[in-house]
């Protein structure tokens, strides 16, 4: 069992960067690998970033790459999804989510077995 809570979204200008922050509990949440996904209005949830449960591998959409950075703290039990140069197509709820197989890089959301509530993240123009 995992239960994940996120934090830091809000009301951010286009270009501005947004830290969001998810605090994973469970027995053995530091096993999992960890995911970030969102949700715009009207649109189905889609992938955004992923790591492993050591930390050392990541993947990323094209849509965030070379801007959204997703790090994990397994002391802290944290996972955490910096967002640079945002725009507003990057507006929408962002969900944290956790995968059980820990090795795994997975961008389907049927891969992961934990979810959080979400974090609105607003971005204007």
């Known amino acids: 069992q995992a239960q994940l809570v996120e934090s830091g979204g809000g009301l951010v200008q286009a270009g501005e960067s947004l830290r969001l922050s998810c605090a994973a509990s469970?027995?053995?949440?530091?096993?999992?690998?960890l995911g970030w996904f969102r949700q715009a209005p009207g649109k189905e949830r889609e992938f955004v970033a992923a790591v492993t449960w050591t930390g050392y591998s990541t993947v990323y959409a094209d849509s965030v790459k070379g801007r959204f950075t997703i790090s994990r703290d397994n002391a802290k039990n944290m996972v955490y999804l910096q967002m640079n140069s945002l725009k507003p197509e990057d507006t929408a709820v962002y969900y944290c989510?956790?995968?059980?197989?820990?090795?795994?890089?997975?961008?389907?959301?049927?891969?992961?077995?934990?979810w959080g509530q979400g974090t609105q993240v607003t971005v204007s123009s």
């Open positions: 989510a956790a995968d059980r197989r820990g090795s795994g890089l997975h961008r389907g959301e049927w891969e992961y077995e934990y």
């Open positions: 469970g027995r053995a949440v530091g096993t999992y690998a």
